[in-house]
């Protein structure tokens, strides 16, 4: 693959407020083979935890690495799963 350095075979995963309360963990490590994308990365966790994170990440963001996304390849070294935020 062009580009690809092989580096990033890993990434974490960092939950907050109600994303760690369905998870029931701060973070976890997956590889990239098992969730390539945001879009599987979002089916894999509502699998595993359920209905209460499926509304979180419907309604929440990821941040790449600091950077807000919906979609894509994951290409950085840690994800954040954020729910909405209320207040202004």
């Given amino acids: 693959m062009p580009g690809y350095d092989g580096r990033m075979s890993q990434f974490v995963v960092r939950y907050f407020a109600a994303a760690t309360e369905a998870a029931g963990v701060e973070e976890e490590t997956f590889d990239t083979a098992s969730a ?16 209460q994170m499926a509304r979180v990440l419907r309604r929440g963001s990821f941040l790449v690495d600091g950077v807000t996304r919906s979609d894509g390849a994951i290409d950085g070294a840690t994800v954040d799963v954020l729910p909405p935020f209320a207040g202004g």
């Fill in 36 to 51: 390539p994308t945001l879009e599987a990365l979002g089916r894999v966790l509502a699998e595993r935890y359920g209905e």
